[in-house]
């Protein structure tokens, strides 16, 4: 798992691929899981997302990744 903090110090970022379907399929399960992060696309074409969380929660998304019924490929974050 690779996390990636932002300027702002409450946020972590989890980059990972997914395939397309899986990505709304995810969505569902983090909006059923009480909102523990909020899931974006960062590159579309290379099938890369993120996930905006909480360092105190990174844990529990971690968790519900590594277990979610599909493959998750755990990325580092890109360079800007």
């Known amino acids: 798992l690779f996390c990636a ?13 997914l395939s397309p379907p899986d990505v709304i399929r995810l969505g569902r399960i983090l909006e059923a899981s009480g909102h523990l992060g909020l899931l974006s696309t960062a590159d579309r074409s290379a099938c890369l997302c993120m996930i905006r969380t909480t360092p105190d929660c990174i844990p ?12 998750v490929e755990f990325v580092l974050p890109p360079v800007v």
């Open 5 to 17: 903090g932002s300027r702002d110090a409450m946020e972590e970022r989890i980059y990972f691929r």
């Open 60 to 71: 529990e998304v971690k968790r519900l990744l590594e277990e979610a019924p599909m493959d």
